[in-house]
């Protein structure tokens, strides 16, 4: 089960980038018809590692998890980004009633506005955001019954900071809290029967510009 949610993964991560790659090019062609220049419009990809739990209920039943991502960005303004991106997760359950290793695997898909004041020369861009995102979330084999496999919506509200080394290399801190929609995976194992909560992660990240 652990193989078969990590290779769904490996999925999503390429259909997800390979569109966002498109999304991207086709920001700079729009960008360039409305007088921006092509280097004024970079885009560029980066990896993201992190961890973070749910709140509410959902947090009374798993523990705080790593999560890996990949994000294609673009920043068609000086004060404005956007991205799009994959993340991937594991939320050990902490649960007495299933065997112990058991997890929920998280897997995005998730679209971000996020804008700011560049400092620094813009080499420091601090910034909130928002924006729109998909998760599934599949309990592993032992859980099964207990725990059901499930799709979220989710609204993440972002804050954070990222610095440019040079003009293509750049790293960042960030903490997002996700408001989810449609939360029922742990409605089995709770006594109200409501699964509840939202979900906050911390993650650094590291990537280039192109």
Known sequence: ??????????????????????????????GRGIDY???QVPVGIDVRGGFGNFTGN???????????????DAQPWPSVGVEAGYEGQRLPIDD?????????????VGLLAKAGPPLLKAKLFPYVGAGVGLSYLNAS???????????IGEVPLA????????????????????????TS???????????????LNFNLTVGGAF
Do not use: Q
């Open 1 to 30: 089960m652990k193989f078969r949610s990590w290779m769904g993964g490996i999925a999503v991560v390429a259909f997800c980038t390979a569109g966002s790659a498109f999304a991207a090019v086709d920001a700079s062609r729009v």
């Open 37 to 39: 220049e092509e280097n």
């Open 58 to 72: 959902s947090g009374d039943r798993t523990k705080g998890g790593p999560l890996l991502g990949i994000t294609a």
């Open 96 to 108: 007495g009633r299933v065997g112990d290793g058991e997890a929920m695997w998280r897997h995005n």
């Open 141 to 151: 084999e032992g859980a099964e019954g207990l725990y059901d496999n499930d799709f």
């Open 159 to 182: 804050a954070g900071v990222d610095y440019r080394f040079t003009k293509n290399v750049f790293a960042g801190a960030r903490a997002t809290y996700r408001a989810l929609i449609g």
């Open 185 to 199: 995976f742990a409605n089995d194992a709770t006594p109200a029967g409501d699964t509840t909560g939202g979900l």
